[in-house]
């Protein structure tokens, strides 16, 4: 890896610091360069503005997410492999510490929501070869149920009772195995 690209790797992984910490509003170039070690203009040479860091912070995230997704994804040609390791790297997402990628994200979107179009543009590519059939519509119905359990659990929200969440998991798979199963429909 080259010094530039390590200088901007080491940039974005102490932008992402102080996001989680403090928030994207106190990403300042005077504390990514405290945080990183990186001069001012060696930050600026990687990022003019703070919406270029925060878009590339956010691509990160989502690329990211993506090689996490397909890590968890079944060995099978079968189905949609990428969607199932998608909500199995929901359901898990504290303990592979994935979970974490999201806090830069919704502070980044909080402060400047046209970032929001990143992660459009990004399910956008996602669902664009979808098959809206019975198959595909519980895969979409465990993948909301998954992005809905990661919610709750980011949140800390009740119930948090971890025999909950192992049914619960459970029966998300149970979801997606049976969308293996379904019969397309003719609409």
């Known amino acids: 890896m080259s010094r530039p690209v390590r200088a901007r790797?080491?940039?974005?992984?102490?932008?992402?610091?102080?996001?989680?910490?403090?928030?994207?509003?106190?990403?300042?170039?005077?504390?990514l360069a405290r945080e990183s070690g990186i001069?001012?203009?060696g930050i600026t040479y990687h990022f003019p503005t703070k919406e270029d860091l925060l878009r590339a912070l956010v691509e990160a995230d989502l690329k990211a997410w993506d090689v996490?997704?397909?890590?968890?994804?079944?060995?099978r040609a079968d189905a949609s492999p990428e969607i199932e390791g998608h909500v199995r790297c929901s359901l898990g997402a504290h303990a592979?510490?994935?979970?974490?990628?999201?806090?830069?994200?919704?502070?980044?979107?909080?402060?400047?929501?046209?970032?929001?179009?990143?992660v459009r543009?990004?399910?956008?590519?996602?669902f664009s070869d979808w098959v809206w059939d019975d198959a595909g519509l519980l895969r979409y119905l465990a993948l909301l149920a998954a992005e809905g359990a990661f919610w709750r659990s980011y949140f800390q929200?009740?119930?948090?009772?971890?025999?909950?969440?192992?049914?619960?998991?459970?029966?998300?798979?149970?979801?997606?195995?049976q969308s293996r199963g379904a019969p397309t429909c003719k609409k």
């Not at 592979?96 to 402060?111: F, N, Q, R």
């Not at 543009?121 to 996602?126: G, I, L």
């Not at 948090?160 to 997606?176: P, Q």
């Open 96 to 118: 592979t510490g994935v979970g974490d990628l999201v806090a830069g994200l919704l502070s980044a979107a909080s402060t400047d929501p046209v970032l929001l179009g990143i």
């Open 68 to 75: 996490a997704s397909v890590e968890q994804a079944p060995l």
């Open 9 to 31: 790797q080491a940039a974005l992984e102490a932008a992402r610091r102080i996001v989680r910490r403090q928030g994207a509003s106190h990403l300042t170039y005077e504390e």
């Open 157 to 177: 929200l009740p119930p948090s009772d971890g025999a909950v969440d192992e049914r619960l998991h459970a029966l998300i798979e149970r979801l997606l195995a």
């Open 39 to 41: 001069t001012r203009g």
């Open 121 to 126: 543009e990004h399910e956008q590519r996602r």
